[in-house]
C-alpha cells in the first residue's frame, strides 16, 4: 500500500461555522413561532415555557455541533505522487492527469477563518489552512504528471484503462456494501 507524500485536514471551525449559524436562525424562529402562538392567542408567555424552549434550542444546537464535529473530524485530504484521495462522507480519488487547472477561490467565511477552496475543475479541495502551501504543491505535481504524460505516450492510454478499472472495482465494491446493508424486515 503506497503511503501519502502529503496529507492536509479540514479546518473543522471552518465547516462548522455555517451549519452551528444555521441551528441557531432555525432556534430563534422556532421560539418566534410559540410565542406568536401565545400573542395571536392573546395569552401571556410563561417565563418557564420560555426558558424549556430556549434550553431545548440550546441542547439541539450542541448536539447537531458535536455530530457535525464528529463528521468534520475525518474530512482529509491525501496526496500521492499521481492523485489525491479525500476521505469523508464519501470518499474521491482525481488524478493530477485528469486536472486541467488549478484556481484558489475563497469567500467571506474562507476570508475569516484564513481558509480557502483549491478548485481543480473535477474536484475543488475545501477549507484547507495552508492554501497557498496546498495550491503551490498541487500546481507543481499537476505539472510533473502533465510533463511525464507528454514524454510518455502510452502513458495516457494506460492510465485510462486503469481508470476504467479502478472504478469498475469501486462500483463493484459499493453496490457489496449496499446490498449487505439491506436487513430484513417482516
Known sequence: MEL???SVYAKIPRLLFPKTLKMIVIGMFLYLAVWLNFYILKKTFPFYLT????????????????????????YRYQFFSNRIEFHGKKSLMVYYSQVQSVKIEKNMLDLLFKTGI???????IRSVPNLTQVYFYVQKMVQINSQYRSANPYQQQYQQRYNAQYSQQQNNYQQQNNQSNYRYQP
Do not use: D, R
Not at 434550553?55 to 475525518?74: C, G, M, P, Q, R
Open 51 to 74: 426558558l424549556l424552549v430556549m434550553i431545548s434550542i440550546i441542547i439541539l444546537i450542541v448536539a447537531t455541533s458535536i455530530k457535525n464535529y464528529v463528521e468534520f473530524a475525518n
Open 118 to 124: 483549491i478548485n481543480l475543475g473535477i474536484m475543488k
Open 4 to 6: 501519502p507524500q502529503y
